[in-house]
Structure formats: structure tokens, C-alpha cells
């Protein structure tokens, strides 16, 4: 049995992920945002700086080649300690490692993510993703493995003061895990109401009803999130994604993640090569082989090493 579930580290990918500021290049965030992994693996590759070292962790972690998202991010941890955005993203990496190691392994890397977690924190009280995750992981993880309910408490408290919409989600996720599910709706239900960005927090609530089986609520959800005026681009994203895991309306689904694509407001939490991949996934169910290997090819120009990808395509040709 593994000791970390893999929800705690597999929920990282979809939420809360920031660009990080500084010394970043440009050139290559764009990159980043743009989903162009290959071009950005050969603008970083030959750079040794911290923030170079980082952009490249996160290169990797979108491929999702955790080995490699954890070797470099560790180096931009050691070259500069003090950005706590390094510590953050290093300890999503061990995340999502320790979610697919041995449970030996896991429990190693899930106390690095936990330490990377808690030290980011420290370095940015204000951190609201750091806070977020950090919660996160205290919620799923055993004691055993230093997670408690109390603590994830703590720092919705704390989150609290500074984003209270995204207080109610650290408390939903807590009510979920203690099984008081219409304690957890009620906290999801008040986030959306409290947040700036609505359509998020309904798309937080979807993947509630969808990880219950409450399929119909899951797709009204949705429809609600993509009702919401003012919404960002990456909501399609989301909205495709989660109507694809739902099992509901997949011509929908390809439509939004079109939506998305065509935005030109294309970001690092939703690269487009995974958007490819999607609509892939989405053709494959519908039963349009064609249009699926058109977009493995699509999501592969892009990151030409995302082994889902090369998989489905030799699967439909």
C-alpha cells in the first residue's frame, strides 16, 4: 500500500500553478506557457543558473518524467535555498514521484515533499499555493507521515486572512477526507461564492461530484463554471478535462479544449500539448481514430518525450 495517495500529488497538476517571478527569462516562460517543451528543453538545456535549473524541472514535470523534474529541481534548491518557489515546485515534484515509487521510496520522497512544502512556506507566509498544497498534503498523508487534520486547519486559518474562497477549499478537501460529504459541499458551495474566480471554484466542486459519482451535479457544475463572465482561458481546459474523466458529453468536452487553444492565452498549468492529448482521448472514445493521431502527432511536435502521447498514437495508426 502506498503512503501517499496519489490524489495529493496528481491534484498539483491541475491547480494552483504560478510562473515564477524574478529572474526568469522571458523567452523561455513564454515557452513554458505556451506548452513547447521541446523548444523550451533546448533553450534551457545547456544553462546552469537556478532559475534556468527550475524552468527545466518544470519542463519535465509537464512531460511527467519525474526523474528528471526532481533532479533539476533539486539543483535550483541547492544553488538558490532562498526562492521559496524553488522549494514549491520541488516539493510537487516528490509529489508526483513518490505517487508512482515502491512504498518505501514513496514514504522517503513524500517526507522531502512535506519539508519542501513547510520550508516554502517559511520563506512566504503569504504563499497562497505553497499554503494550499502544504494543506493539501497534510490532508492526505497519515500521521505517520506528519499530516493531520488539524494542521490542514491551520492553514486554511491562516489562508483565511488572505484568499477566503481558497480557506473553503482547504476545508472541503478536510471534510471530504473525514467523510462528512455535505459538510464538504457546503464548503465548496461557499468558495465559489467568496472567489474572484468563480468558474474555478465550480470546477472544484465538479471534481467533487465526479470523484462521487454524482455525474449529473458533476456536468451542471461544469456548465456553471463556463457560464461564469470574465473567466480565464484555462477554465476551457478545465472544463474539457473534467467532462473527459466524468465520462460525460465529450463533444463538449473537444469544444472546449478547442476554445482553449485557440485563446491565445495559453498557460503553464494547462500546456497545450496536453490539450492535444485530451481532444485525442476525446476522438478515440467518439470512435474518430483519424482525428486522434492527428492530435497525438499535434500534442508530440510540441513535446515530442510525453510517452502518453507516443503510446495512444501507436495505438490508433
Known amino acids: 500500500m502506498k503512503v501517499v495517495c496519489p490524489k495529493f500529488a496528481i491534484i498539483f497538476v491541475l491547480l494552483f500553478v504560478l510562473v515564477t517571478a524574478g529572474t526568469a527569462d522571458p523567452a523561455t516562460t513564454q515557452l513554458l506557457s505556451m506548452g513547447r517543451m521541446d523548444d523550451a528543453l533546448l533553450a534551457l538545456s545547456s544553462r546552469g543558473d ?65 519539508n519542501e512544502f513547510e520550508r516554502a512556506v517559511q520563506l512566504d507566509p503569504a504563499n497562497i499555493p505553497a499554503r494550499v498544497d502544504l494543506a493539501e498534503y497534510y490532508t492526505e498523508a497519515p500521521a505517520i507521515m506528519g499530516g493531520g487534520f488539524d494542521k490542514a486547519r491551520g492553514q486554511a486559518a491562516q489562508v483565511q486572512k488572505l484568499n477566503p474562497a481558497m480557506a473553503h477549499l482547504i476545508l472541503a478537501r478536510v471534510a471530504d477526507k473525514e467523510k462528512q460529504y455535505d459538510k464538504a459541499e457546503d464548503e465548496f458551495r461557499a468558495g465559489v461564492k467568496q472567489a474572484k474566480n468563480r468558474a474555478d471554484m465550480w470546477l472544484q466542486l465538479a471534481a467533487f461530484y465526479r470523484a462521487h459519482g454524482r455525474l449529473d451535479e458533476m456536468q451542471m457544475a461544469v456548465i456553471s463554471a463556463m457560464a461564469e463572465p470574465g473567466k480565464p482561458a484555462e477554465s476551457y481546459f478545465d472544463a474539457g478535462k473534467e467532462l473527459y474523466l466524468g465520462g460525460r458529453n465529450f463533444s463538449g468536452a473537444v469544444q472546449y479544449l478547442q476554445s482553449y487553444l485557440s485563446s491565445g492565452e495559453l498557460v503553464e498549468s494547462a500546456p497545450a500539448f496536453r490539450a492535444h492529448y485530451l481532444i485525442g482521448q476525446l476522438s478515440e472514445k467518439m470512435g474518430n481514430n483519424s482525428t486522434a493521431a492527428s492530435e497525438y502527432h499535434a500534442s508530440l511536435a510540441l513535446a515530442s518525450g510525453y510517452e502518453p502521447a507516443k503510446k495512444a498514437l501507436s495505438r490508433v495508426q
Open 50 to 114: 537556478a532559475e534556468s535549473l527550475n524552468q527545466l524541472s518544470r519542463v519535465y514535470y509537464a512531460m511527467e518524467q519525474w526523474d528528471d523534474a526532481v533532479k533539476y529541481g533539486e539543483r535550483a534548491v541547492q544553488l538558490d535555498p532562498s526562492d521559496p518557489m524553488y522549494h514549491l515546485w520541488l516539493a510537487r515534484e516528490y509529489g508526483r514521484k513518490a505517487a508512482d515509487s515502491s512504498p518505501l521510496a514513496a514514504a522517503g520522497l513524500a517526507r522531502k515533499a512535506k
